[in-house]
């Protein structure tokens, strides 16, 4: 049986749901036991506010560009759909709950239970005590790419995620790495293979070049190249 979980990350105008911050973008990727499916879910949400100056050095998001999209009663079904009752992996989980539990709260719906949650950075601190436990730390502990986080993205952060989860539980497949580069040695070698082949380049001597030879053999007493 495939076991589904959801790698779950929001962007919200601020810290404290109960002080008017909102919910501003939901990023999600889907994990089919413990793998990526390749199945995502993001959505940048209008927060009916401004935009504090403070979160939009975070996350470059300004009011501007989120007054052109939905409200969240109005993706409220389709972001609930795509998660189900499944296990939300989130970094922080109780922050994210929060404000996704405000947002619901407001339209009527029930709260996403903490139980649903798995919180990476309690995983992180258990298995490496006294450690930071940011993501972009944690993705240089197990050398996952973040050189395109200059700002926070709920899908990115979530993809970084992933990734990360993977090998925080140690879940990642045995070999998978020795297969990659085994590919590429794979792929190298038939590069090898398929280079054009050049022709042999000339070394008939010239007529000149075979005159100097010889005169340089005449030169010398009882050459080899005068034998028989």
């Given at each position: 049986?495939?076991?589904?979980e959801?790698?779950?990350?929001?962007?919200?105008t601020?810290?404290?749901?109960?002080?008017?911050?909102?919910?501003?973008?939901?990023?999600?990727?889907?994990?089919?036991?413990?793998?990526p499916?390749?199945e995502?879910?993001?959505?940048?949400?209008?927060?009916?506010?401004?935009?504090p100056?403070?979160?939009?050095r975070?996350?470059?998001?300004?009011?501007?560009?989120?007054?052109?999209?939905?409200?969240?009663?109005?993706?409220?079904?389709?972001?609930l759909d795509?998660?189900?009752?499944?296990?939300?992996?989130?970094?922080?989980?109780?922050?994210?709950?929060?404000f996704l539990?405000?947002?619901?709260?407001?339209?009527?719906?029930?709260?996403?239970?903490?139980?649903?949650?798995?919180?990476?950075?309690?995983?992180?601190?258990?298995?490496?005590?006294?450690a930071?436990?940011?993501?972009?730390?944690?993705?240089?502990r197990?050398?996952v790419?973040?050189?395109?986080?200059t700002?926070h993205g709920?899908?990115?952060?979530?993809?970084?995620?992933?990734?990360?989860y993977?090998?925080?539980?140690?879940?990642?497949e045995?070999?998978?790495?020795?297969?990659?580069?085994e590919?590429?040695?794979t792929?190298?070698?038939?590069?090898?293979?398929?280079?054009?082949?050049r022709p042999?380049?000339?070394?008939e001597?010239?007529?000149?070049?075979?005159?100097?030879h010889?005169?340089?053999?005449?030169?010398?007493?009882?050459?080899?190249?005068?034998?028989?």
């Amino acid at each position: 049986m495939n076991m589904r979980e959801i790698v779950l990350d929001t962007e919200t105008t601020g810290l404290n749901p109960n002080s008017g911050d909102r919910v501003i973008e939901i990023g999600c990727v889907e994990l089919i036991n413990h793998m990526p499916s390749g199945e995502t879910y993001q959505q940048y949400i209008n927060p009916e506010r401004d935009m504090p100056a403070e979160s939009f050095r975070i996350h470059g998001l300004s009011e501007a560009f989120l007054s052109d999209y939905p409200l969240f009663a109005e993706i409220v079904d389709s972001f609930l759909d795509f998660i189900g009752d499944d296990k939300l992996v989130i970094h922080n989980a109780g922050f994210d709950i929060k404000f996704l539990n405000a947002e619901l709260d407001r339209l009527g719906f029930s709260p996403l239970p903490m139980s649903q949650a798995i919180d990476t950075v309690q995983i992180a601190r258990s298995r490496y005590p006294g450690a930071s436990a940011s993501l972009d730390d944690l993705c240089r502990r197990f050398g996952v790419d973040n050189t395109a986080r200059t700002l926070h993205g709920a899908l990115l952060d979530s993809s970084l995620l992933a990734d990360v989860y993977i090998d925080l539980i140690g879940a990642r497949e045995p070999g998978f790495d020795l297969a990659a580069r085994e590919n590429k040695f794979t792929n190298d070698t038939k590069s090898r293979r398929e280079r054009v082949t050049r022709p042999a380049r000339p070394h008939e001597p010239s007529a000149v070049e075979r005159e100097q030879h010889e005169t340089l053999i005449a030169r010398i007493p009882d050459s080899i190249w005068t034998k028989g």
